[in-house]
Structure formats: structure tokens, C-alpha cells
């Protein structure tokens, strides 16, 4: 059974920072491309950023500068630094196992999503 387990999400003042986390397990991680995806009330869930398996990464507009996508394979895990926090970076937050990216303007979701991480920036 594959499992992702996220963790890092919280209330921060906005301009601050947070990290996220995704551990994966039950399958091949290395091998996999990884991803955060975010939703807000009422809309869609929208592109943060993915990582392929060879470490090629792919940002959403709004995050280019301030978020950076990393993986750690020995550990399975796949992180999300954010910096320079907004309100509208607020949402509930998914990890993704199992994606591609074909180009910087096209890329696929993988099969497995992880339970989300409440992040809420607000003074």
C-alpha cells in the first residue's frame, strides 16, 4: 500500500517561511517524479511545483522565486520551501507521487496524493 504522509503545515504571518514534508512509502520513490499541488475554498487544485526522478523542476508562475521543490531519495521524501509567504498562498496543500513533467508547460499527476497540509498566511 503506498503511503504519503505530509507534514510542515501551520499559520504563519505573511513574508515568513515554511517547509513542508512528504514521505513516501510502498513504492519505488526514486524512480517516480514527486509534486505539491494546493486548493482553496472554491477553486480548483492548481500546480505548486513538481521534481522529476532526474531532478528537473517545473514551478507555477505565482511561486517562480519564492518556493523551491527538493527530494532527498535515501530518506523518500519530498520537500516544499516556501518563502516570502502571501495571503493568497493560503490553501490546503498535496503531495503527489507518481507525475512526469513532458515540458515546462506540460506535465501529468501521478496516482498517489498524500492527506494534505492546512497553510494559512494571515496577520
Known amino acids: 500500500q503506498v503511503q504519503l504522509v505530509e507534514s510542515g503545515g501551520g499559520l504563519v504571518q505573511p513574508g515568513g517561511s515554511l517547509r513542508l514534508s512528504c514521505a513516501a512509502s510502498?513504492?519505488?520513490?526514486?524512480?517516480?517524479?514527486a509534486g505539491w499541488y494546493r486548493q482553496a475554498p472554491g477553486k480548483q487544485r492548481e500546480l505548486v511545483a513538481v521534481?522529476?526522478?532526474?531532478?528537473?523542476?517545473v514551478y507555477a508562475d505565482p511561486m517562480k522565486g519564492r518556493f523551491t521543490i527538493s527530494r532527498d531519495n535515501a530518506k523518500n521524501t519530498v520537500y516544499l520551501q516556501m518563502n516570502s509567504l502571501k495571503p493568497e498562498d493560503t490553501a490546503v496543500y498535496y503531495c503527489?507521487?507518481?507525475?512526469?513533467?513532458?515540458?515546462?508547460?506540460?506535465?501529468?499527476?501521478?496516482?498517489?496524493w498524500g492527506q494534505g497540509t492546512q497553510v494559512t498566511v494571515s496577520s
Open positions: 503527489n507521487i507518481g507525475g512526469r513533467i513532458l515540458s515546462t508547460s506540460v506535465y501529468i499527476r501521478g496516482d498517489y
Open positions: 510502498g513504492i519505488i520513490f526514486s524512480t517516480n517524479g
Open positions: 521534481i522529476s526522478s532526474g531532478g528537473r523542476t
